[in-house]
T-cell receptor, first 113, second 110 residues
Framework: NAGVTQTPKFRILKIGQSMTLQCTQD?????MYWYRQDPGMGLKLIYY???????DKGEVPNGYNVSRSTTEDFPLRLELAAPSQTSVYFC????????????FGEGSRLTVL | GIQVEQSPPDLILQEGANSTLRCNFS?????LQWFHQNPWGQLINLFY???GTKQNGRLSATTVATERYSLLYISSSQTTDSGVYFC????????????FGKGTRLSVIA
């Protein structure tokens, strides 16, 4: 099993550009999450999903959008990129919340110039 | 929302030394996990431990849920233990995502 796979691993954007970070998992997990990690900080939740067709905002959702059309995929869209969105983005999944261990992808480093 | 505080923020150890990392949380939880982020940025789940004690090799963890803290013990530290250790908690009844602390940055020197 590949686990949680994120692409791309690195990307540089210009201010105002848009892009999609892809995330897919092959563990048949219902729950998926997007976190961002700023330098020297912990992880902050952007959006999460408890199953296909269901998404909800986390702590820092502004400037992002998500969709969950299948159990496996949970893409994160950045619209009108801003320097404040320069960060490392982690996708994660778990079998369920409450008692589910969280598994992370390897991260996507995004720089907005 | 629930607050998670980790201490110390930074720790430097000589190889072979032991250490204890602490995680305090502000409310009752039904999920607590410890993660290690290695120097390449990869996040690995170490323990799922909402209560009690678990051990995995040189690492062990104890959560005292009634007193709202968890401890991660690293014995006979190795340079490969370097990185950032995160505690993450979920408040019950199980419908909210994990909230992360800011982490403890550990450097093990040979």
């Amino acid at each position: 099993n590949a686990g949680v796979t994120q692409t791309p691993k690195f990307r540089i954007l210009k201010i105002g550009q848009s892009m999609t970070l892809q995330c897919t998992q092959d563990m048949n997990h219902n729950y998926m999450y997007w976190y961002r990690q700023d330098p020297g900080m912990g992880l902050k939740l952007i959006y999460y999903s408890v199953g296909a067709g269901i998404t909800d905002k986390g702590e820092v959702p502004n400037g992002y959008n998500v969709s969950r059309s299948t159990t496996e995929d949970f893409p994160l869209r950045l619209e009108l990129a801003a320097p404040s969105q320069t960060s490392v983005y982690f996708c994660a999944s778990s079998r369920r919340q409450g008692t589910g261990e969280l598994f992370f992808g390897e991260g996507s480093r995004l720089t907005v110039l | 929302g629930i607050q998670v505080e980790q201490s110390p923020p930074d720790l430097i150890l000589q190889e072979g030394a032991n250490s204890t990392l602490r995680c305090n949380f502000s409310d009752s939880v039904n999920n607590l996990q410890w993660f290690h982020q290695n120097p390449w940025g990869q996040l690995i789940n170490l323990f799922y431990i909402p209560s009690g004690t678990k051990q995995n090799g040189r690492l062990s963890a104890t959560t005292v849920a009634t007193e709202r803290y968890s401890l991660l013990y690293i014995s006979s530290s190795q340079t490969t233990d370097s990185g950032v250790y995160f505690c993450a908690v979920e408040r019950g009844p199980g419908n909210t995502p994990l909230v992360f602390g800011k982490g403890t940055r550990l450097s093990v020197i040979a």
